[in-house]
């Protein structure tokens, strides 16, 4: 088993993750496309606002 804690998977193509072994759990993550675990969200993290100069 793979555990995964308070972790952002997103724009990570074609798949955010590929469990080819139904061991891998997520809890507390944002993980684009959702993924089922405690605390795990779908929201766009919005790391920075390139048009304004703003990357932090």
């Known amino acids: 088993m793979m ?3 308070n972790c ?3 724009n990570n193509y ?7 072994y139904s ?6 993550g944002n993980i684009q496309g959702g993924w ?5 969200i779908d929201s766009n993290p919005l790391f920075c606002e390139p048009d304004s100069g703003d990357y932090f």
Do not use: A, S
């Not at 061991?23 to 507390?28: A, L, P, R, V, W």
């Not at 089922?36 to 795990?40: D, F, K, R």
């Open 36 to 40: 089922e675990g405690v605390g795990n």
């Open 8 to 10: 952002n998977i997103w």
């Open 23 to 28: 061991n891998i759990e997520f809890n507390y």
């Open 14 to 20: 074609p798949n955010e993750i590929e469990d080819k």
């Open 3 to 5: 555990n995964f804690l």
